[in-house]
Nanobody
Framework: QVQLVESGGGLVQAGGSLRLSCAAS????????MGWFRQPPGKEREVVAT????????RYANSVKGRFTISRDNAKNTVYLQMNSLKPEDTAVYYC??????????????????WGQGTQVTVSS
C-alpha cells in the first residue's frame, strides 16, 4: 500500500524558510518520479516542483524558481522541498506525489497516481 506522509509545514513570516519532507513507503521509491504540488486557498492545485527517480533532473514552476529546491534521498525513501524567501502568495496546502515505476521528468498532476494528505504552509506578511 502506497503511503506518502508530508511534514514540516507551519507558519512563517515573509522572507523566512521552511523545509518540507515526504516519507514514502509501500512502493519502490528509487524507481519512481516524485513531485510537490500546492493548492492555495480558493484556487486549483498547481505544480511546484518535480524530479526524476535519480534526482538528476528537476523542474520548477516559474513562481518558485530560484527560491525552492526539490531533492530526494533514495536511501531514506524521502523527498524534500526546501523553501526560501517565502512570500505570502506561497500560502497553500502542499502535497507530495509519486508516479511509481516512472523514470521521466513529469509536470502535470495527472501524471502522478499517489498523493499524500498534505501539509499547510502559511506565510504571513
Amino acid at each position: 500500500q502506497v503511503q506518502l506522509v508530508e511534514s514540516g509545514g507551519g507558519l512563517v513570516q515573509a522572507g523566512g524558510s521552511l523545509r518540507l519532507s515526504c516519507a514514502a513507503s509501500g512502493f519502490t521509491f528509487s524507481r519512481s518520479a516524485m513531485g510537490w504540488f500546492r493548492q492555495p486557498p480558493g484556487k486549483e492545485r498547481e505544480v511546484v516542483a518535480t524530479l526524476t527517480w535519480s534526482g538528476s533532473s528537476t523542474r520548477y514552476a516559474n513562481s518558485v524558481k530560484g527560491r525552492f529546491t526539490i531533492s530526494r534521498d533514495n536511501a531514506k525513501n524521502t523527498v524534500y522541498l526546501q523553501m526560501n524567501s517565502l512570500k505570502p502568495e506561497d500560502t497553500a496546502v502542499y502535497y507530495c506525489a509519486a508516479a511509481t515505476f516512472n523514470y521521466g521528468l513529469l509536470s502535470r498532476s495527472d501524471d502522478f497516481g499517489s498523493w499524500g494528505q498534505g501539509t499547510q504552509v502559511t506565510v504571513s506578511s
